[in-house]
């Protein structure tokens, strides 16, 4: 990734990434399977397609949402972000890009239940009382990673078509340009 496109990428992430958590507020129902599936695989997208600053960024700045709609404590998502974010950026030059539906499934797989299992456990260490909304039921972590499967893959495909093409031109325009 050349380092201009570092400040391209933030800004979209950053415009993009409130969109997407604003609209997930009016228009994803209010079901933890389904919210826990859906916005943050698309953080997790960016985290694993962007370098490591804009990795870093996308883990504030995705996490600072999210704790902020959901009214969580500080740390409950920017945490688990800063493991994907390190994970990520390991395995980052081994990942085959033509497999990212299949990387999004597979993250969606652990992703999902692994973050909600880590908010209720984080809310209750820091919330007196707890937060009882979050309690894990059987049902809901079955259909955690069913839900995550489903909407890592699906989310994968359509990000990975829907970046911001803009400020990515295609090799062949960036060759015809340099002359």
């Not at 570092?6 to 228009?27: E, H, K, M, N, R």
């Not at 079955?142 to 893959?153: V, W």
């Amino acid at each position: 990734m050349r380092t201009k496109h570092i400040g391209c990428d933030i800004l979209w992430i950053t415009v993009f990434g409130t969109a997407l958590v604003g609209s997930s507020l009016a228009f994803i129902p209010n079901i933890p399977a389904v919210q826990l599936a859906v916005v943050p695989i698309w953080f997790a997208y960016w985290i694993l397609t962007r370098s490591i600053r804009v990795g870093i960024w996308t883990t504030i700045w995705g996490g600072s949402l999210l704790e902020w709609a959901w009214g969580l404590p500080s740390g409950s998502c920017i945490l688990p972000f800063w493991g994907i974010c390190l994970g990520c950026y390991h395995f980052q030059n081994f990942l085959p890009k033509v497999w990212l539906p299949v990387h999004g499934l597979l993250l969606g797989v652990v992703l999902a239940p692994a973050l909600r299992l880590w908010i209720w456990v984080y809310t209750e260490l820091f919330y007196i009382g707890g937060n009882h909304e979050l309690t894990p039921s059987l049902g809901g972590m079955f259909i955690m990673p069913a839900s995550g499967a489903l909407c890592g893959a699906i989310i994968f495909a359509l990000a990975h078509r829907l970046d911001f093409q803009v400020l990515h031109p295609v090799h062949e325009e960036s060759l015809r340009h340099a002359d």
